[in-house]
């Protein structure tokens, strides 16, 4: 188990720490501010924070169930409905935020090396 921390950027203090699945790799908030979600590297997964509480919403979602890649990078869409996930060896996956569920298989499949993701901010493009 690992921990990520809610900071008051007004004090530059951690006010929580909130246990997430194992290495977290990275985070994205939703745009209106509700839910934070964050990308476990080694066991594939994706943990969900509410942010008014700093607390787990639900258990980890379980992006892919092998241990051929790991999960590193996470870009929320502008509407926060879809957060778009990358996996070092398969390519990019989504994830829908209202059911909080994985969508299919990874919609770009590339291997090696995919680390970083981004979105538009018109959400038209990843």
Same mark, same amino acid.
């Given at each position: 188990?690992?921990?990520?921390?809610?900071?008051?950027?007004?004090?530059?203090? %951690?006010?929580?720490?909130?246990?997430?699945?194992? *290495?977290?790799s990275?985070?994205?908030?939703?745009?209106?501010?509700? &839910?934070?979600?964050?990308?476990?590297?080694t066991?594939?997964?994706? &943990?969900?924070?509410?942010?008014?509480?700093? *607390?787990?919403?639900?258990?980890?979602i379980?992006?892919?169930?092998?241990?051929?890649?790991?999960?590193?990078?996470?870009?929320?869409?502008?509407?926060?409905?879809?957060?778009?996930? *990358?996996?070092? &060896?398969?390519?990019?996956?989504?994830?829908?935020?209202?059911?909080?569920?994985? %969508?299919? &298989?990874?919609?770009?499949?590339a291997?090696?090396?995919?680390?970083? %993701?981004?979105?538009?901010?018109?959400?038209?493009?990843?």
């Amino acid at each position: 188990m690992r921990h990520c921390y809610a900071v008051n950027t007004d004090t530059n203090t %951690v006010v929580a720490t909130i246990p997430v699945d194992n *290495t977290p790799s990275g985070v994205a908030v939703t745009p209106d501010g509700k &839910s934070a979600y964050v990308v476990n590297l080694t066991t594939n997964t994706i &943990s969900t924070i509410n942010t008014a509480t700093n *607390t787990l919403v639900n258990p980890p979602i379980q992006v892919v169930q092998r241990t051929l890649g790991d999960l590193f990078g996470i870009a929320m869409t502008p509407d926060g409905k879809f957060a778009y996930v *990358t996996e070092t &060896s398969d390519g990019v996956w989504v994830n829908n935020t209202g059911t909080n569920a994985v %969508v299919g &298989s990874p919609i770009v499949t590339a291997t090696g090396g995919n680390t970083a %993701v981004a979105v538009t901010p018109n959400g038209k493009f990843v």
